[in-house]
């Protein structure tokens, strides 16, 4: 069965710092990655995707089949990026939902 | 335009009874997927609805049930409410099923059993 492992629960990085954020998938075909973020008091919303390899405020995220990884990047942290992140995967047809990882709280200090 | 929208947003609920959620998907939307979020885990898949028939079902026991009606919308059941069901019920819609479409989640409907 398909898994998705964020090895951080919490993140505390100061503004201006990098941010790089892990997320690990076990799955034997070819998955889809997505990063889903949870500002405070706000809905579950997408960021990206692997497959569109757009930046989004400033985050970007690479597919590294080689290392299972899809780890969320960005070269300077805001203290807007404070958040809860979830990098999920799902099976390409859809039907089966997306699997979520348990969830990265990053916090940006001023 | 209105986001996907859930209700309740909060209830509480005795062991062994019973709970409707529903959920109203975002307007041109035919797909509505169902989690369950306990708190300190991510969101994991329960069911995934699509023109009115179940598409997807997840790892949970059969006291889970959905379904979605010819307005697109949608109610999660749950019987014989356990007190590990207590968690954050979170609907998300999409155009179809194709998992490249974005998916689009409600606030959700918070469930204590007690």
């Known amino acids: 069965a398909q898994r998705v492992t964020q090895p951080e629960k919490l993140l505390s990085v100061f503004k201006g710092a990098p941010v790089e954020l892990k997320c690990n998938y076990s799955y034997s075909g070819s998955p889809e990655l997505f990063w889903y973020v949870q500002y405070s008091r706000q809905r579950l919303q997408l960021l990206l995707r692997?497959?569109s390899r757009e930046s989004i405020k400033g985050f970007t995220a690479d597919l590294n089949k080689g290392e299972t990884s899809f780890h969320l990047k960005k070269p300077f942290a805001q203290e807007e990026d404070s958040a809860m992140y979830y990098c999920?995967?799902?099976?390409?047809?859809?039907?089966?939902?997306?699997?979520f990882g348990k969830g990265t709280h990053l916090i940006i200090q001023p | 335009d209105a986001g996907v929208t859930q209700s309740p947003t909060h209830l509480i609920k005795t062991r062994g009874q019973h709970v409707t959620l529903r959920c109203s998907p975002i307007?041109?939307?035919?797909?509505v997927s169902w989690y369950q979020q306990v708190l300190g885990q991510g969101p994991q898949f329960i069911f995934q609805?699509?023109?009115?028939?179940?598409?997807g079902r997840g790892n949970f026991p059969d006291r889970f049930s959905a379904r979605q009606f010819p307005n697109y919308s949608s109610e999660l059941n749950v019987n014989a409410l356990l007190l590990g069901d207590s968690a954050l019920y979170l609907c998300?819609?999409?155009?179809?099923?194709?998992?490249?479409?974005?998916?689009?989640f409600g606030e959700g409907s918070w469930l204590t059993v007690v």
């Open positions: 692997h497959i």
């Open positions: 609805y699509y023109e009115k028939e179940e598409r």
């Open positions: 307007s041109g939307h035919k797909s």
């Open positions: 999920a995967l799902g099976l390409g047809g859809g039907a089966d939902g997306l699997t």
């Open positions: 998300a819609s999409s155009l179809t099923t194709y998992s490249g479409n974005t998916i689009y």
